[in-house]
């Protein structure tokens, strides 16, 4: 999760919450009330898993910036990349959010992360700017 008051990455749940979690008869700490207490912290924008890795081994969560090679061939037989924003659709999948600039409208697109080979190169909140390069 993305901690907003202190600039930085939360990896470990567990370990932030573990003086305010209610406690068992045994006196162990419920993980789900851990889980529940960050959740509903609006300190915490929270990143979810989705899955999968990139190319490189790197676990891929949502709110990842990643650089995406286009699977299609093109006349040049180069490949075009795209820089593009992890995100959880309605459609309860996770794709790949690209934004650019069409003639001076801002036009998106989504994109299957199963067809595209990915390198995870940053994230929407430590590195906003990655996103701003593609719109131009």
Excluded at 44 to 60: P, S
Excluded at 114 to 123: A, S
Aim: charged content about 25%.
């Amino acid at each position: 999760a993305w901690d907003k008051i202190n600039q930085q990455m939360v990896y470990n749940i567990q370990e932030m919450y573990d003086g305010y979690c209610d406690e068992t008869d045994n006196g162990k700490y419920l993980y789900m009330s851990c889980f529940s207490c960050f959740l509903n912290d609006e300190q915490f924008a929270v990143m979810q898993y989705t899955g999968l890795k990139d190319k490189n081994g790197m676990e891929i969560y949502e709110g990842d910036v990643v650089k995406a090679q286009d699977p299609y061939p093109h006349i040049e037989k180069d490949h075009k990349y795209y820089i593009c924003e992890v995100v959880f659709t309605e459609g309860a999948t996770f794709m790949l959010k690209r934004q650019y600039n069409n003639y001076g409208k801002i036009k998106t697109e989504y994109f299957s992360m199963c067809i595209m080979e990915v390198e995870v190169i940053g994230n929407i909140y430590e590195n906003p700017e990655l996103l701003k390069k593609e719109i131009k």
